[in-house]
Each structure stands twice: as structure tokens, then as C-alpha cells.
């Protein structure tokens, strides 16, 4: 039996959803879905660009209202739609100022839906692109540990700021690596699922000043809202699952993890 749905709570102390995709939320007009994220207290979004044809709209969406943010990069999935075009648009707009990453960006060898070695190419040239332009990064990685871990250490010198590895399922060594190099892990709905321990696992031994909130909106939505699309307002069901699985109180988390957002894509806040 399912979980009783209740309302989202709100806390007192704003929170900041890292990873959505604002542009494929289908079930709501966007405007109510803005308003609802306000107040539910969520002080700043981050849409993320996945492809070719959504950079502009990414960009779009950004200047929408002051707190909403994007990002500029090619999903591993769409890593054959990768040119030189398409990266001079990327550097173009990557330090725009509504632009706080260079992202999606990495490998995917669970659906293999472009040639895993076009995606190890793709990779290598987002990352430069980030080095270049002085931005962190999004990763995504599924499946693809080794390589993700031997491609980011070919930019261990040159990235100066590191990012995230975005809704991490992988294993223990993909996360050891990436902490002892400073980057953040993300976590989203999945670590509510009752199947997901090995997730959970991770967050346990991730450093709370080393985790961001996401939801990955619309995919992933998180107990006890299962079924439904997701959404950026339901991030705060997230924090609560993270602090439970540490064994954290609340209020630590959310202000801890609200710190590690603006450190990682907002320095100068």
C-alpha cells in the first residue's frame, strides 16, 4: 500500500532546486507550477539544457523571472547531434548571466543511445568548454563509471570548479573519486524509493556539505507523490528523505545544502 499523499511542506529557510527541465513538464500550465514552487519557499530554479534544439529555449526560460537559472550542454543521449555549432553556441552563452553551468553533459552506457565512444569525445569537449569559461559542471553518469572517472581525470588540473555528478546512482567508487575531488553529488526522488538502498547507501557516506537537492522535474517524482509527473515544488519531500537517511536534523540539511548550491553555482551570492 502506498503512502498517504499530504501537503509539501514549507520551511522556513529557503531551499534551491539544482536540476529540472522546465521546458518538458507537461501536466500544468508552467505559470501555476512557478507559483506553486515559490511557495512552497524554493528561492531559486535551475533549468537544465539536455539538446540542440532546447539551448534557446533553456535560455528562455532563464529570463523568465530573477530565480530562475539554466544551463548550457548536450545530454550523452544526444552526443551524435553534437557540432562544432553546437559548441560555439555552448561557449557563446556560457557565461551569460542567467547561465550557471555547463550541463548535461557526460555518459550513458545503460541505453547506449549515441556511440559510446562519440560520447566519451563529447564529453572531453564540454569539459574544456567548462575550463575555458571558468563554469561548473552537471555530469550525468550511468553505467559508465571507469570512464567517467578516467575522463575527469584527465581535467583534474585545469577544472578549476568542479559541479555535480546529477541524480547518482552509481557505485561507491564513482563516489569516492568525485568527493575526494570536490564535487557535489545530487540526489533526488530516488532515494525515496524502496528499492533504492544502494542510493541511500551513498548518501550516507556523502559528506552533507558535499550534497545537492534536486528533482530532476519531471522524471523521478518522489514518495509519496509516485505516479504523478514531478515537479520542482515537490523538492522539499527531498530534503526531508536526505535528512531522515542521515540521521540529520531537518534544519541542518536544508541550511547546509542551501550553502552548497550557492557556493557551487552562485559564488558570489
Known amino acids: ?12 529557510h529557503p531551499i534551491i532546486e539544482t536540476h529540472c527541465h522546465l521546458d518538458y513538464l507537461r501536466d500544468r500550465p508552467l505559470e501555476d507550477t512557478l507559483e506553486q514552487t515559490q511557495r512552497v519557499n524554493i528561492e531559486r530554479v535551475i ?3 539536455v539538446a540542440p534544439d532546447n539551448l534557446a ?6 529570463a523568465l523571472a530573477p530565480w530562475i537559472y539554466g544551463t548550457q550542454g548536450i545530454h550523452p543521449h ?7 555549432a553546437v559548441e560555439t553556441e555552448i561557449r557563446r552563452h556560457a557565461r551569460d548571466e542567467k547561465i550557471v553551468a555547463v550541463g548535461e553533459i557526460g555518459l550513458d552506457y545503460f541505453y547506449d543511445n549515441s556511440d559510446r565512444s562519440v560520447q566519451r569525445e563529447v564529453f ?4 574544456q568548454v567548462a575550463c575555458d569559461t571558468d563554469r561548473p559542471v552537471v555530469i550525468h553518469s550511468r553505467d559508465a563509471d571507469d570512464d567517467t572517472i578516467a575522463i575527469l581525470k584527465e ?27 570536490g564535487w557535489n553529488l545530487g540526489f533526488n526522488g530516488i532515494t525515496t524509493f524502496n528499492k533504492a538502498e544502494n542510493v541511500r547507501d551513498i548518501v550516507r557516506m556523502t559528506p552533507i556539505s558535499q550534497i545537492l537537492l534536486e528533482t530532476d522535474a519531471p522524471f523521478l517524482t518522489p514518495v509519496p507523490y509516485r505516479g504523478r509527473e514531478n ?4 523538492l522539499p519531500f527531498i530534503a526531508e528523505h536526505i535528512a531522515t537517511v542521515k540521521e540529520l536534523p531537518l ?8 550553502q552548497n548550491s550557492l557556493e557551487t553555482f552562485f559564488p558570489a551570492a
Do not use: C
Not at 529555449?57 to 532563464?62: D, G
Not at 572531453?124 to 569539459?127: A, G, N
Not at 578549476?160 to 555528478?165: A, D, E, L, Q, S
Open 251 to 258: 534544519e541542518d540539511v536544508i541550511i547546509q545544502t542551501y
Open 78 to 84: 544526444e552526443a551524435e547531434s553534437y557540432s562544432d
Open 124 to 127: 572531453r569537449r564540454q569539459l
Open 155 to 181: 581535467f583534474e588540473q585545469s577544472l578549476t570548479r568542479r559541479g555535480v555528478i546529477h541524480s547518482f546512482t552509481s557505485g561507491p567508487g564513482l563516489a569516492e573519486y568525485a568527493l575526494g575531488q
Open 47 to 49: 533549468t537544465i539544457a
Open 231 to 234: 515537479a520542482p515544488f515537490y
Open 57 to 62: 529555449r533553456v535560455r528562455e526560460l532563464s
Open 1 to 12: 500500500m502506498s503512502k498517504k499523499r499530504r501537503e509539501i511542506p514549507v520551511f522556513n
